[in-house]
Each structure stands twice: as C-alpha cells, then as structure tokens.
C-alpha cells in the first residue's frame, strides 16, 4: 500500500553559497507535505548526510538520494 501522503525534493548543491540553508528551504516543503517535519527527521538527516559527507567518492559530483516512507 503507498503512503497518503508523499513529497519529492531536489536540491543541486551550488558551491560558494550557504548550502544547508539553501538545502532546508528546497526540502522543506516535502518534508511538511508528507508529515516528515519533525526533530526526529531533521536529526537523521544530519546523521546520514555526515556520514556521506565522510566516506564519499573522491571523483565526480557529489549525489546523495534519500528516501523517506513511514
């Protein structure tokens, strides 16, 4: 069965801009959309995306694709 409620966000990461801010205002309608809003989301965004941060390919651009479903 597919959640009532679903959200989709893309964010290209621009370098020399404030990129986390940049990033919460593209994702942040999505994340109200489907009910992900939350602390408890926000914090293992930031885990996931840290861990990215450290171990992620050194040749091409950067991608990270999360997907979130209750």
Request: net charge positive; charged share 15%.
């Amino acid at each position: 069965m597919l959640p009532a409620r679903t959200g989709f966000a893309r964010y290209d990461f621009i370098a020399g801009e404030d990129a986390a801010s940049e990033f919460i205002r593209a994702i942040l309608p999505a994340l109200t959309a489907s009910g992900f809003n939350n602390y408890g989301v926000f914090r293992a965004l930031s885990g996931a995306i840290t861990a990215y941060n450290e171990h992620r390919p050194s040749s091409g651009p950067p991608m990270l694709l999360m997907q979130l479903s209750k």
